[in-house]
Nanobody
Framework: QLQASGGGLVQAGESLQLACSASKALLSRFGVAWYRQAPGNQRELVAR???????TYTDWAKGRFTISRDNAKNMGYLQIMNLQPEDTAVYYC???????????????WGQGTQVTVSS
């Protein structure tokens, strides 16, 4: 089971670090991805990182978002810099041994953590 944490209410321009932890599963063996879903919008991929630390980002996420992992701590992270109101969304952690069709998502999902950015 995955759990995302670290969200909250912040002012525009501030930063947050979201964390993804896994009970039982060894997250160090999995790829980890972060998605977000704003009200009224579809869930969208932010970034992925594989089990050896190679990261990819959706184009709009390049520059302000940094995905990382600490295999020794069995944790994944998403750092968000210079938060803007349009970043307001529920952020979800997604992890698993491989990407699965048809949407290239991992098998396991966390419950999400709310990020709200005020202007």
């Amino acid at each position: 089971q995955l759990q995302a944490s670290g969200g909250g209410l912040v002012q525009a321009g501030e930063s947050l670090q979201l964390a993804c932890s896994a009970s039982k599963a060894l997250l160090s063996r999995f790829g980890v991805a972060w998605y977000r879903q704003a009200p009224g919008n579809q869930r969208e991929l932010v970034a992925r990182i594989n089990n050896v630390g190679s990261a990819t980002y959706t184009d709009w996420a390049k520059g302000r978002f940094t995905i990382s992992r600490d295999n020794a701590k069995n944790m994944g992270y998403l750092q968000i810099m210079n938060l803007q109101p349009e970043d307001t969304a529920v952020y979800y952690c997604n992890a698993g041994p491989r990407l699965r069709p048809p949407r290239n998502e991992y098998e396991y999902w966390g419950q999400g953590t709310q990020v709200t950015v005020s202007s």
